[in-house]
């Protein structure tokens, strides 16, 4: 079992009574069929579809909701979601919290707010003093091996949900709810086939840690070709975990490396289907 301060996440109160309509006219879920005491990774994008925010929605009640955010993310992906709030009956709140993380529980520590997602709990507030035994990044490392994407300050406004895999994860994409901010794009990706890329992860070892936004090379018969954009790296004892956004049409067993060192990567393969 690993506990893991999550210092990387800030928590954000969503209060009022027009709390669930406004969120349900902005981000990708479907806030009406999120129960209490229920969550979902979902995103909030620009007009254009391109994603501004990444979170974690918690609903405490039925005019009470917890944005879990990567604190890098801010302020821009809060100011973008509260954008039109003064029109409505809904205030915004960052919460001073402790965010635990926890993989592989077999205890029952308590909290004020516990959600589930596969092998991994998040909670808020613990009742006791717990003993943290992993550095924040080992969190990261599980996003990465379980298909979560990890949003950074360098990729706001540059990728739509489904280019990120949105659509295979949870409930952070409803196709079924009325209109949002950049619904027509997310809705054409998906209609249309207008989504050309999926993010894809993968393992190396080494020391390196490349640039988020840089490239990766893919191997062909005249060479290697630079391709892809690097979304998130993270480095733990000399195993590099990469997500990177590629054509979501690869050939099976393509070979890729890391550019600056020429590094083998390993492509890992993911827990859904895109």
Known sequence: ????????????????VDAEKYLQGQITADVTKLTIGASTLTAHCDPKGKMTGLFRLIRLSTEQFYLLVRTELLPTALDQLKKY?????VTFTPVESQIVGIIDDSSKISAQVCVEFGNRKILINPESAVNMSED?????????????????AK???????????LQAIEQAISFAKGCYIGQETV?????????????????????????????IEMQLESGWRKTGTILSAVNV?????LQVVLSNQLEEHQAFRLTETHTALEMLALPYGL
């Open 1 to 16: 079992m690993a506990l893991i301060h999550l210092s990387q996440y800030q928590l954000i109160e969503i209060t009022g």
């Open 85 to 89: 709030a003064v029109f409505s009956k």
């Open 136 to 152: 924040f990044m080992c969190w990261d490392v599980a996003d990465i091996q379980q298909g979560y994407p990890i949003l950074t």
């Open 155 to 165: 990729a706001q406004g540059k990728f739509i949900p489904q280019a990120l895999n």
């Open 187 to 215: 809705a054409r990706a998906k209609y249309r086939g207008a989504n050309k890329r999926a993010m894809f992860a993968f393992k190396a070892e080494t020391e390196t840690v490349p640039e988020i936004g840089g490239e």
């Open 237 to 241: 004892d000399g195993v590099l975990w």
